[in-house]
């Protein structure tokens, strides 16, 4: 079971990887993309009307950081508008 569950996971990302990454970043391994996107610390901030990340920008750009989440928000739209 737990190799399994290890399989999934590795072709989950694989797959975000293909489906969200921009072109320039692609080539980054699963390793990498769990260092500069999964495990960095940031701070939750909430304002009156909106909910923002601070994190510092070392390990990812802040340009780059939205375009993945703006790719990640095209595939939610899509999956809504198809079902």
């Known amino acids: 079971m737990r190799l399994q569950l290890f399989v999934l ?5 694989n797959f975000l990887r293909q489906a969200v990454l921009p072109q320039t970043v692609r080539h ?3 390793t990498t993309l769990r260092e500069k996107l999964i495990k960095i610390g940031a701070k939750v901030v909430r304002h009156s009307r909106k909910i923002v990340f601070q994190m510092a920008e070392v390990a990812v750009p802040r340009a780059l950081f939205r375009d993945i989440l703006r790719s990640i928000e095209r595939l939610r739209l899509a999956t809504v508008l198809s079902g």
């Open 28 to 30: 980054w391994t699963l």
């Open 9 to 13: 996971t590795y072709n989950l990302g």
